[in-house]
C-alpha cells in the first residue's frame, strides 16, 4: 500500500507500508480516491511548533473514498459506498459530540495528516462514525473539498453569522479554497457579494464567479471601497479568515449590528481592536473552528444541487509536494486537489 509519509520538514517520502487488516467492528475501510489540500497542510509540512506528533507521520486532511469492507456492526455503509471523511478524531461520547459539535469535542485526539496519520494513502480504516455519504452524481474531484473547505463554510455562513438571503458579505481573499466557496454559497441564496482579490486575474475571475463587486486590495483600500459601494451603510455580514492585516478594515466596512465571522489568520494572529467601536456599534464577532460532522452533510447537499467547488489544479498522489508549493506562494485560484 502507497502511503505520502513526512519524515523532516518539507521532505515528504513515498513509501510502501502493509495494508490495513479487516476493520474492527464499528469501522469502515476506505480505498482513498481524493484528496484537497488546505493551509493546515502547508502548516504541517513546513513543522509548525504546535503541532505536537511522531514523524514520519502520513499526511492529508481532507480525503473522500470508496467503502471496500464493513466491520461488524456498521449499519449505514456497504462496500461501494462513496464517503467524505471528517478528519478530527473526537470522542463521541462528549457532552459536545453528542448534541452534534463534534469541533468542540472535549477529547479529541488530534487531527488527521497534523497532529497523527492521514489520509495520503491507498486505503486505512476508520470508525463509521466520522463517514459522511456522498450523493449520487458528485465526481470523487468535487467530494474531496467537502470535508474541510466546504464544510467550514457552511458552517461560518449559516450556523455561525446566520447568513439571510438579500444580505450583504464582504468575504475576503476571492481566490482562496473557503473563499471562492464562500462567494458561491452566498449568491445561490440571492446576497449581494463585494469579494477581495490582490492583482486583477484573480479579480476577474471572481467576478466570472458571481461576485458582484471585488476589490484589488494591493491598490485599493478595501474598507473605503466597500462603503462607496454600500454608499456608506456598510455589510451585513464580514467572512474573515486573513487575520491582522484585514482586521480593523473588516470592522469599518461594517453596518450598526453587523456580523463579522472568521476561521483564519494566515496574515498574523494579534490585532489592537477600538473597543468603543465594538460596543457602540453593536457588532457580532463570532469565532468559528472547523465544522461538526452534520455541516459535511449540509455542504454535501448544497454541492448535489449545483453549488461546486472551484478547482485551480489536479495533482498525483507522487506529486503532493508541487500541490503544497503551488498552495504556499498563493498563486492558486480554487482548490488543489490529489488523485489517486
Known sequence: MRALQLVSDRQLDLVDLPAPEAPAPGEVQVSIKALALNHIDVWGWRGMAFA???MPLIVGAEAVGEVTAIGEGVTRF???????????????????CKSGRDN????????MGFHVDGFARDQLNIKERLCVPIPDGIDWVDAAT?????????????DNAKLEPGETILVHAAGSGIGTVAIRMAKEIGCTVITTAGDDEKCAKALALGADHVINYKTDRFEHEVRKITKKKGVDVVFEHVGAETWNGSLLS?????????????????????LMQLFQRQYRII???????????DGL???????????D????????????????????????????
Do not use: W
Request: hydrophobic content about 40%; some cysteine.
Open 254 to 274: 461594517m453596518r450598526p449590528g453587523a456580523r463579522l465571522v472568521t476561521c483564519g489568520s494566515t496574515s498574523g494572529v494579534s490585532v489592537n481592536m477600538n
Open 52 to 54: 505536537k506528533r511522531k
Open 287 to 297: 469565532g468559528s473552528f472547523g465544522a461538526p460532522i452534520r455541516a459535511i452533510a
Open 146 to 158: 467537502a470535508p474541510v473547505t466546504f464544510s467550514t463554510v457552511e458552517h461560518m455562513l449559516f
Open 104 to 111: 468542540l469535542c472535549e477529547e479529541v485526539a488530534g487531527v
Open 78 to 96: 456497504k462496500p461501494g459506498s462513496k464517503v467524505a471523511m471528517y478528519g478530527a478524531l473526537t470522542c463521541g461520547q462528549c457532552r459536545m
Open 313 to 340: 489544479s489536479q495533482f498525483a498522489l507522487e506529486d503532493f509536494a508541487k500541490g503544497l508549493e503551488r498552495l504556499e506562494t498563493r498563486r492558486v485560484f480554487g482548490k488543489v486537489v490529489i488523485t489517486f
Open 301 to 311: 447537499t448544497r454541492m448535489a444541487r449545483g453549488v461546486k467547488p472551484v478547482i
